[in-house]
């Protein structure tokens, strides 16, 4: 069984401040990785994707690879109350399946 | 703008009747999915399809059935309702496997 493990949380930052989000996963020949938000009763959608080692940058939501560690972070520089939400990291494994695994999610929580 | 559509999205069945949820997306997108989603279990796969008339198993097929007839239509069908089938069924869809998953809305079933 291919895993992704995050921190259920929920993680409480000050408005203003940078939120860490991480994620690991458990199959090494993984390809690709993605970072869904989804506020209360809504479905997700994409903030980010990424596909090689390194940080990937979209105005304040920076995401991490590190592929030989098996991990990938999301950060959300001056976080807002706006921000609060679950957040999802979903990796597409290697083998041929294209199907993603979930990990079952960080509450985020941003107070002013 | 890229839409996926489910046909309900509120849901009450009793025990034992045959439900059928419906999804549609007008993107043209080979591979669609069908997930459920209950607090602190996360996104679990229950079927998906990558071509017409195609299904395959996700992680918790049992009691679940799925039809595809045609390209932009994918349905869920639980054949004998179950109260344990309560839960927030979620579909979605994306065109080739290194892209992201457009959701739906979701449909929140509750059996009784």
């Known amino acids: 069984q291919k895993e992704v493990e995050q921190n259920s949380g929920p993680l409480s930052v000050p408005e203003g401040a940078i939120a860490s989000l991480n994620c690991t996963y458990s199959?090494?020949?993984?390809?690709?990785f993605f970072w869904y938000r989804q506020y209360s009763g809504k479905s997700p959608e994409l903030i980010m994707s990424i596909y090689s080692n390194g940080d990937k940058e979209d105005g304040r939501f920076t995401a991490q690879l590190n592929k030989a560690s098996q991990y990938v972070s999301l950060l959300i520089r001056d976080s807002q109350p706006s921000d609060s939400a679950t957040y999802l990291c979903?990796?597409?494994?290697?083998?041929?399946?294209?199907?993603?695994?979930f990990g079952r999610g960080t509450s985020l929580i941003v107070h002013p | 703008d890229v839409k996926v559509t489910q046909s309900s999205r509120y849901l009450v069945k009793r025990t034992g009747e045959k439900v059928f949820l419906e999804c549609v997306q007008d993107m043209d997108h080979e591979n669609m999915f069908w997930y459920r989603q209950d607090p602190g279990l996360g996104l679990r796969l229950i079927y998906f399809s990558y071509d017409v008339k195609m299904k395959e198993k996700g992680d918790i097929p049992e009691g679940y059935s799925v039809s595809r007839e045609k390209k932009e239509r994918f349905s869920l069908i639980l054949e004998s309702a179950s109260t344990n089938q309560t839960s927030m069924y979620l579909c979605a869809s994306c065109p080739n496997p290194n892209e992201k998953l457009f959701f739906g809305s979701g449909t929140q079933l509750s059996v009784l």
């Open positions: 979903a990796v597409r494994p290697s083998g041929g399946s294209y199907i993603p695994t």
């Open positions: 199959d090494r020949g993984s390809q690709s």
